[in-house]
């Protein structure tokens, strides 16, 4: 199904679970991924009750944009739209890397409904002088230079489970066929994070080289009250890496959802 919020076709899908329903998820993919990439969580969590709600953000995958560049305040705009557009009710919002950009920024303007965040393998476009310092320490070229899958998929799991990374790149490359350019930015701040009103958790990968855990650290101490948890052995997508501990983890945050 499409959306059309401004120039852009939004694509999603609206999964609902049988019988009783605990409430709805909406998964934000990360920069090098799409809808797709939330394919290890999707029967998980409907099987426990919930309403799973992905989509392709702008410029990803099917969802199109009329602009060879996007605007990076449009992605938190469209996540509001699409929130309005299905009326959820109740719910939390699970994001990955770019998508914990996307989910920061929109928690910040306290929306209403939103009951759950999680922000898993992200700096958060968190505009901070320690931040900025963290981050262009651990982004040197020789990481950059990586492949894709060799910089966010760990060695570990590149080792041992190789039909997975094919998998995964070829999400990526299909996410990326077409994709307008969307300047990175640093758009969040010490301030809008600590307008953050709703339970807050944050996810980390013991071998992100993107994210590493003390840049993530820095992120959750500015949002009052959150928790930060360390996946062993995994990188920057420890959601399709690691799915049996991630979710168990998030769908443990999301007990205050369906309580």
Known sequence: MYLTVGDAEIWYEDRRAP????????FVHAGTGSSESWAKQLEPFAEAGFRCVTYDQRGHRKSVVDAPQVDPADYARDLAALVEHLGLGRYAV??????????????????????????????????????????????????LGLDAHELEL??????????????WRRIHEEAQQ??????MGFRNTPESL???????????????????VPV?????????????????ESGHASAWEQPDRFNRLVLGYLRVLSG
């Open 19 to 26: 019988g009783a329903e605990r409430g709805a998820v909406v």
């Open 94 to 143: 699970v994001s990955m890397a770019f998508g914990g950009f996307v989910a920061l920024e929109f928690a910040a303007t306290a929306p209403a409904g939103l009951a759950v965040l999680v922000v898993a393998n992200s700096v958060g476009a968190l505009d901070e002088p320690h931040m900025r310092r963290m981050i262009e320490s651990a982004w040197s070229e020789g990481i």
């Open 154 to 167: 760990s060695a570990a799991y590149r080792a041992s489970d190789p039909g997975g990374v094919r998998e």
């Open 178 to 183: 077409g994709r307008a350019e969307a300047p």
């Open 194 to 212: 600590r307008a953050i009103r709703v339970p807050t958790h944050f996810i980390s990968g013991d071998a992100d080289l993107l994210a590493p």
């Open 216 to 232: 993530m650290r820095i992120l959750a101490a500015h949002v009052e009250g959150s928790s930060f948890e360390v996946i062993a």
